[in-house]
């Protein structure tokens, strides 16, 4: 799944993929676009303790803020 996001005038793509099988995974990742850079979060791991992750992970996201110069 694929969320867009607003914080604090960042605009987030927050990526949640996961994989069906005998030993479910998947990543967790968010791209920050901040003047001439991208902001690259991911998190990996097995699909269950992603999803046990993923409100911490957003709670993080809010946190991020553009440098001041």
């Not at 990996?44 to 911490?56: D, E, M, N, R, V």
């Amino acid at each position: 799944s694929v969320q867009r996001e607003t914080h604090g005038g960042l605009e987030f793509t927050i990526v949640d993929l996961s994989a069906a099988g005998d030993n479910p995974a998947g990543i967790l990742g968010a791209m920050v676009p901040a003047g001439d850079v991208t902001w690259f979060f991911k998190l990996s791991g097995p699909a269950a303790t992603l999803a046990a992750a993923k409100p911490a992970f957003l709670e993080f996201l809010q946190t991020v803020h553009p440098a001041t110069p």
